[in-house]
């Protein structure tokens, strides 16, 4: 049988069919968990290989170490099904594998060689766009989407997803015009598409348009706010706009509201509370006993470093922010260790960015301004080799500003606001940093 992408599937039954498509609309649309979905379509035809690769794949799209033991069990369920497998759904099993494995640029690669037969496999496509974004390569965010777009039927009821994930690497490479129609188009018809307003969100950030980002969000806020994975990461970006105009009151009601505490459980979560508050820390804001909440709702965050640089980073954040130095020095030396063991990709993101990255951060919160900003200008022009957006990765420069202003810098703090003004207007948040770095120069 084929599906309705004409896909080839190693299934005759419908019923599993339709389980794994409804699976499949959770993965790309966010909404609810996929895991029932996918169990039911494993119970449906428990010979069916594909449904417990794509559970695997899921289970490794949420970053989560603890959670890996999970995604090896899935697959290795299916290693007696490769038999009767067809080729397609044994391209997936390898690609989940390399994946499962740390080596998420060859998965990539192995996701790309199947889109080239089957450019309508939403699986491989929305897998591989992830770990694009995971792994902070632009130019595929964008254009691996671009080569097979043009083969997708627009009435397809998933068209519009594949929309939002061209808009979303349009906006990495810059291209914020089309961006921005890309993901108004998406979202034009009666589907809910909160990658896309997503995608709008960080076109309007980038370019300091925070009260039309503002308004964005909430005017779409029953499209992606409800039951939705992705709603702590878009109260994140309004929480952001709300910042660009120095609102810190209404910033911090927001993570009390729908970001911090019981609304954020895995660890995309957990670094959003974290880039927020670092954020208020950095304007001098006191976030009270939130630090330390975090860092006790932070699950394992020693135990489990050296999994996902970009993750350890944040979750170093909220042991500097609690003022837990000891464990936050424990963390920077188990990432280290295990980036010198790994042989996954993490162990170039740790070692080219992640580490001196966490060991700058570390300078920061000692006070020692002028060893943060040399550990970290430098990496202003390779961060995005650990993945995140360039939203969230501003997080670098804001710190640099902040270190500039204590030590005095104006030539440091002077390159990196022109940099920024010439980027998009002069924002309230902007305004404060250059009389910060003009107040404090010694």
Known sequence: MNDIRDCPVGTSSSAALKLAELALWRLVSFFGD???DLDATIAADPGWALARIMKADFILSLTEPAMVGDARHALDEVKPL????????????????????????DACAAWDRILLRHPCDLLALSSAHLFDFYRGDARNLRARVARVLPEWNAGDALYPYVLGMHAFGLEECNLYAQAEETARRAVAGSVKV????????????????????AQWLRTRHDEWALDNGLS????????????ESLDTA??????????????SQVNLQWLDCA?????????????GARWHQLALDWAEPVEHAGYYAFNDMHALLALLGSGDLPRALALLATARARAEQGAGDNRAMAQEVGLPLMQGL?????????ATIERLLPLRSVAHHFGGSHAQRDLIDQTLLAAAAHAGQRGVARALLNERMLAKPRT?????WAKACTARVK
């Not at 080729?87 to 640029?105: Q, T, V």
């Not at 702590?232 to 910042?243: G, K």
């Not at 570390?362 to 301004?369: S, T, Y």
């Open 250 to 263: 209404g910033s911090l009601q927001l993570y009390d509201q729908h970001i911090g505490g019981s609304a």
């Open 428 to 432: 309230p948040l902007t305004e404060h």
């Open 194 to 213: 909160p990658w896309a307003i997503h995608a709008a969100a960080h076109v309007m950030e980038m370019q300091g348009r925070h009260a039309e980002g």
């Open 34 to 36: 996929p895991l029932p």
């Open 362 to 370: 570390l300078e920061f919160a000692q006070g020692d301004f002028e």
């Open 232 to 243: 702590v990461h878009n109260w994140w970006h309004l929480a952001l706009f709300q910042l």
């Open 275 to 287: 880039a927020l508050l670092w954020r208020l820390k950095l304007l001098g804001v006191d976030v």
């Open 82 to 105: 490769l038999a009767h497998a067809d080729p397609r759904e044994r391209a997936h099993f390898d690609a989940a594998e390399l994946c499962l494995a740390g080596r998420w640029h």
